[in-house]
T-cell receptor, first 115, second 117 residues
Framework: NAGVTQTPKFQVLKTGQSMTLQCAQD?????MSWYRQDPGMGLRLIHY???????DQGEVPNGYNVSRSTTEDFPLRLLSAAPSQTSVYFC??????????????FGPGTRLTVL | AQSVAQPEDQVNVAEGNPLTVKCTYS??????LFWYVQYPNRGLQFLLK??????LVKGSYGFEAEFNKSQTSFHLKKPSALVSDSALYFC???????????????FGKGTKLSVIP
């Protein structure tokens, strides 16, 4: 198992550009999510999905779109990049177990800089 | 709403000494609690979790954590710190009975642990 993979590892954008951060998992997990990590802020949830075709907003969804057409993939789209979106982005997946004994697995992250 | 507080931005400890990284939480129901570790330029790695049962939970790399319901705390501990334990540690909580939010993990802001040789 590769676990949770993310591409690219690094990206530099200009203000106003759009791009898609890719996330894939091979563990057949139903639940996937996107977080951003900023210094002193911890991890904040952007969007999440509880299964193919089902997505919902997290704590900081503005400026981002997601879709979930397959169990494996959960791309995050930046519609019009802004300097405030400079951050490290993490994708995670989880399979709900009995009594919620699930563990969330994280990808290696994408470091995004918006100029 | 659920929340997590990690009151210390940084903890310094000498190698071989015991370490504690503090975490307190707030949920409306019974919490599911987690600790994750992040090494530089890496993703988060799962350390341990409390779901139910024994209040003392043992995890990876010799770490353990104690769930204290009356103090709403879930402090991470290790009897003897190693230099290789130096990393960023995150506490997280999930309230499985919070309806639409029950799927979501809420993270603390993280505590940087530095183990001094």
């Amino acid at each position: 198992n590769a676990g949770v993979t993310q591409t690219p590892k690094f990206q530099v954008l200009k203000t106003g550009q759009s791009m898609t951060l890719q996330c894939a998992q091979d563990m057949n997990h139903e639940y996937m999510s996107w977080y951003r990590q900023d210094p002193g802020m911890g991890l904040r949830l952007i969007h999440y999905s509880v299964g193919a075709g089902i997505t919902d907003q997290g704590e900081v969804p503005n400026g981002y779109n997601v879709s979930r057409s397959t169990t494996e993939d959960f791309p995050l789209r930046l519609l019009s990049a802004a300097p405030s979106q400079t951050s490290v982005y993490f994708c995670a997946s989880r399979s709900p177990g009995a009594l919620g004994t699930d563990t969330q697995y994280f990808g290696p992250g994408t470091r995004l800089t918006v100029l | 709403a659920q929340s997590v507080a990690q009151p210390e931005d940084q903890v310094n400890v000498a190698e071989g000494n015991p370490l504690t990284v503090k975490c307190t939480y707030s949920v409306s129901g019974n919490p599911y609690l987690f600790w994750y570790v992040q090494y530089p330029n890496r993703g988060l790695q799962f350390l341990l979790k409390y779901i139910t049962g024994d209040n003392l939970v043992k995890g990876s790399y010799g770490f353990e954590a104690e769930f204290n319901k009356s103090q709403t705390s879930f402090h991470l501990k290790k009897p003897s710190a190693l230099v290789s334990d130096s990393a960023l540690y995150f506490c997280a909580v999930r309230d499985p009975y919070s309806g639409a939010g029950s799927y979501q993990l809420t993270f603390g802001k993280g505590t940087k642990l530095s183990v001094i040789p």
